[in-house]
């Protein structure tokens, strides 16, 4: 079992947030997963273009390290993204990996895959991070196990819930757990971008043919 965990935020070793991380990534080790931790100030990921490359082909025209993290996704069992709460929303890194994963979205290519998030705020307002990030992933196809929103600095109880919340993750992708509502949200999402995907099947072929290939279309 393979567990991804990707710290966004820019103060690295001194961040809270990744504190937190690496809290639920060792109790995910002390359960027999494998982890790999990946800070996203290390890379280099540009904007995104919207020049809709990615849906019409294999790729992206920006040559960047966008696809050495997304194949990290799509190798993993499960994963955890951790941003700090800036006004409201996560880290600019963050949003930029999301915005270059509209492909994860239009084809839900982190199907069968297990997620959660871990957010930290000096207001204690995360609420509405963890709700965007599980609206990210479950669009994209994984099924989402839960988060964790915390005041900085961090307490003993937090760090607690970070190992219980891992656990969680763990079981969740031992089982191969369902969650009825979000395979629902999935399919309708199918359902919706059916029409799109045929409708701009000549333009968007790799797509196209991805949801041949699934069965889809």
């Known amino acids: ?3 991804l965990g990707v710290s966004a935020s820019p103060r690295k070793k001194e961040s809270q947030t990744l504190l937190l991380l690496n809290e ?10 494998s982890t790999e931790l990946v800070d996203l100030p290390d890379l280099k990921i540009e904007f995104c273009l919207a020049c809709g490359h990615c849906h019409k082909k294999k790729g992206c025209v920006i040559n960047d390290d966008v696809f050495v993290l997304l194949d990290k996704f799509l190798a993993s069992d499960g994963f955890i993204l951790a941003s700090p709460v800036y006004i409201r929303q996560v880290t600019a890194s ?10 994860f ?12 998030c871990v957010v930290t705020s000096g207001s204690g307002r995360g609420q509405e ?3 965007y990030i599980r609206d990210y992933v479950v669009t994209c196809g994984a099924q989402y196990v839960g988060g964790i929103s915390s005041e900085v600095p961090l307490t003993e109880s937090v760090k607690e819930e970070a190992r219980i919340f891992a656990q969680r993750l763990v079981e969740a992708i031992k089982m191969r757990k369902e969650y009825p509502e979000q395979l629902k949200e ?10 799109v995907i045929q409708a701009r099947k000549n333009e968007w072929e790799a797509e196209f043919r991805y949801w041949q290939k699934q069965g889809w279309i």
């Open 94 to 103: 963050l949003k930029a990996v999301m915005d270059r994963s509209t492909h």
């Open 129 to 131: 991070v963890l709700d």
């Open 1 to 3: 079992m393979k567990i």
């Open 105 to 116: 979205i239009h084809c839900q290519k982190l199907l069968g895959k297990y997620a959660g």
């Open 24 to 33: 639920a990534l060792l109790a995910t080790q002390k359960l027999g997963a």
């Open 186 to 195: 999935m399919g309708n999402f199918r359902k919706f971008f059916k029409d």
